[in-house]
């Protein structure tokens, strides 16, 4: 079965602190793995996907097959970093994402 | 944001009454979908269409219906709405090439009372 597992539903850390949001996703073939970010009631967009390999707001995330894993990573919080954050997959081009239930960052001074 | 528009933004409606909400993009994307987001589910897939008059069901399909007549436009039709619907409904399209992102309407918060 396709899934996508975020298993924090909240993150709270302080501003300059490093951050991990977890990822992790269930496929049988070789899926492409994304990032969405969600500022307050806004509309979601895109942070970065794992085939572009860029670096996106200071975010990172390396997809670790063997761990079925696509966590993201910033080494540095800033406060406008507060948002909800998806994981998703896409099996096949032009299948819907499937999405993981969300985490969200806050960020603190 | 790809030119996706969603109407209308905002809309309560009573238990039993039909409502339609609309997707318009001006990105000629061949796919269109519909997810709704609640806390605790993060979006589930409603409806999706991957060309005109081509739609298939998603995850949580039972008590919705979608229309495309045209690229452009993707309605999505609660029959006979219930207070579970209450929710926000995101619109989302994307091209046909390969593993293109996906992108988002604005969303419509839709409160069925």
């Known amino acids: 079965a396709q899934r996508v597992t975020q298993p924090e539903k909240l993150l709270s850390v302080f501003k300059g602190a490093p951050v991990e949001l977890k990822c992790n996703y269930s496929?049988?073939?070789?899926?492409?793995l994304f990032w969405y970010v969600q500022y307050s009631r806004q509309r979601l967009q895109l942070l970065l996907r794992?085939?572009s390999r860029e670096s996106i707001k200071g975010f990172t995330a390396d997809l670790n097959k063997g761990e079925t894993s696509f966590h993201l990573k910033k080494p540095f919080a800033q406060e406008e970093d507060s948002a909800m954050y998806y994981c998703?997959?896409?099996?096949?081009?032009?299948?819907?994402?499937?999405f993981g239930k969300g985490t969200t960052l806050s960020v603190s001074s | 944001d790809a030119g996706i528009t969603q109407s209308p933004r905002h809309k309560v409606t009573e238990t039993g009454t039909p409502v339609t909400l609309r997707c318009h993009q001006t990105e000629n994307h061949r796919y269109m979908y519909w997810y709704r987001q609640d806390p605790g589910h993060g979006l589930r897939l409603i409806h999706y269409s991957y060309g005109v008059k081509d739609t298939d069901k998603g995850e949580v399909s039972d008590g919705y219906s979608v229309s495309r007549s045209k690229t452009e436009d993707f309605l999505l039709t609660l029959e006979s709405a219930t207070s579970s619907q209450t929710s926000v409904y995101f619109c989302?399209?994307?091209?046909?090439?390969?593993?293109?992102?996906?992108?988002f309407g604005p969303g419509t918060r839709l409160t069925v009372t």
């Open positions: 496929y049988s073939g070789s899926p492409e």
């Open positions: 794992h085939i």
């Open positions: 998703a997959l896409s099996g096949r081009a032009g299948t819907a994402l499937i």
């Open positions: 989302a399209t994307r091209s046909a090439g390969g593993f293109s992102e996906q992108y």
